[in-house]
């Protein structure tokens, strides 16, 4: 027998091994993914949808009112004031009452709620001296006349 041919037989006797050997890797490494994501818990879709999805469109129509009735509020950050001055305007002797969020994108544990509480001229003057400064959400919900309005506007504090 020729000797360069029992060599060539010797050099590739591994290459059958070393391809099962990677299809056993390959082959569990799929299998202990499929595992861990059947183990992982998903949390996309919560348990009372439906009633989201009402509290949203109710959302909506709120929004959609509020532009209807062209109810122009206004905040304002002024710089160098340390306020933030928001105006809701209403006829005299209308009774508004609602909520005021501070949303911090950036930060969520920043955030609060405070009442609408006007004065006689419809301005609330809120204190920011503590707030962090840069972007805030302000996200007013607010009843007037049995009717529930939204506004929502972006600030800079500086």
Request: proline share 3%; charged share 20%.
């Amino acid at each position: 027998m020729n000797t360069t041919a029992v060599n060539k037989r010797k050099r590739g006797w591994f290459l059958p091994y070393v391809i099962t050997g990677a299809f056993i890797c390959f082959m569990s490494y799929i299998i202990f993914f499929v595992t861990q994501a059947m183990r992982s818990e998903v949390n996309l879709v919560s348990k009372d949808y439906y009633q989201q999805e009402l509290d949203y469109q109710n959302h909506i129509e709120v929004m959609n009112r509020t532009a209807a009735q062209n109810q122009e509020v206004s905040v304002a950050a002024p710089a160098g004031t340390n306020q933030v001055i928001l105006h809701i305007p209403a006829a005299a002797g209308e009774k508004i009452s609602g909520t005021i969020s501070f949303f911090r994108p950036s930060d969520g544990s920043q955030d609060f709620e405070v009442p609408v509480n006007l004065n006689e001229s419809q301005n609330q003057i809120l204190n920011t001296e503590k707030l962090a400064k840069g972007l805030w959400r302000v996200k007013i919900s607010y009843n007037r006349g049995n009717q529930n309005y939204y506004n929502e506007t972006r600030i800079t504090l500086k």
